[in-house]
Structure formats: structure tokens, C-alpha cells
């Protein structure tokens, strides 16, 4: 398994831990930024697409996620801004889908608190999850 790429704001926390003064971590990784090997937009733009992908997580869980990773709120918040109301919502319905399956012949009570916590739990708006429920009927 490759190694996965890495924010600005992470490699620099690396750095520290490894003993490296903060005037050096700079200049190193100004110089990197220079040379385009690291770039806060492209690796916020991947990370974002891949939560979306294999995780179903929400834009606002993402935006926590990548500025946990020390990314610019700049930058966080265009990269969620080219996620749409209409695919965020269609995330929450292919994870509402992917739920719902193995507890359809539940009551509905139970369905709905399933479905609505493991949506809330990636984030996903109230407005969001409503949505879902009137769409599978719940």
C-alpha cells in the first residue's frame, strides 16, 4: 500500500515531532510548495472525493476532517463548495440504501433511528436525512 498524500500543515507537525525548528520546516516546505510537490488544493480536492466515495461522509464532516489536517479554511471551503446539495444528498441516499436493506423488515421506529444515527454520525444535515426518510418511505 502507497503511502497516502499529505497536507502542508501535516507534513510541517511531522517535522516538528522529528525535531526539525520551525524556521527549517518553513523553508523546506516552502521550497516543495515551489517545486509542486505539495499542494494544499489537489490534496484537499482527493481527500474530499474519496471520504464522498468510500465513507458517504457530509461536506461539513469533510471540512472538520481537512482542517484537522491543517488545511486553509481558504481552501476548505472551496473545496466543499463544488459539492452540491443535490450529490450530497445523493450520498446520503446510496448510504441510506446500503442500510436500510439489511433492516427493512424491522419496524419502522427501529429503521428510522438506524438510518437517521448512522447519517447524523457522517454528518449529514437534518434537512438531509428528512429527505432520505420520505424517499425510502420511512
Known amino acids: 500500500m502507497a503511502p497516502r498524500a499529505k497536507s502542508r500543515g501535516e507534513l510541517f507537525d511531522l517535522l516538528k515531532r522529528r525535531g526539525v525548528t520551525e524556521d527549517i520546516a518553513n ?14 488544493e489537489e490534496f ?8 464522498q466515495r468510500a465513507k458517504k461522509l457530509s461536506k461539513r464532516t469533510i471540512a472538520t476532517e481537512l482542517r484537522g489536517k491543517g488545511v486553509s479554511q481558504d481552501i476548505i471551503e472551496l473545496v466543499t463548495s463544488e459539492i452540491g446539495h ?13 442500510k436500510y436493506r439489511p433492516i427493512a423488515h ?12 448512522a447519517l447524523a454520525r457522517r454528518g449529514f444535515s437534518s434537512s438531509v436525512i428528512n429527505a432520505c426518510m420520505r424517499e425510502i418511505g420511512i
Open 44 to 51: 484537499a480536492r482527493a481527500w474530499s472525493e474519496s471520504r
Open 27 to 40: 523553508a523546506v516546505l516552502y521550497r516543495l510548495q515551489e517545486q509542486g510537490h505539495i499542494n494544499d
Open 86 to 98: 443535490d450529490e450530497e444528498f445523493s450520498i446520503a441516499m446510496e448510504l441510506t440504501h446500503r
Open 106 to 117: 424491522l419496524e419502522s421506529e427501529i429503521i428510522r433511528r438506524r438510518i437517521h444515527g
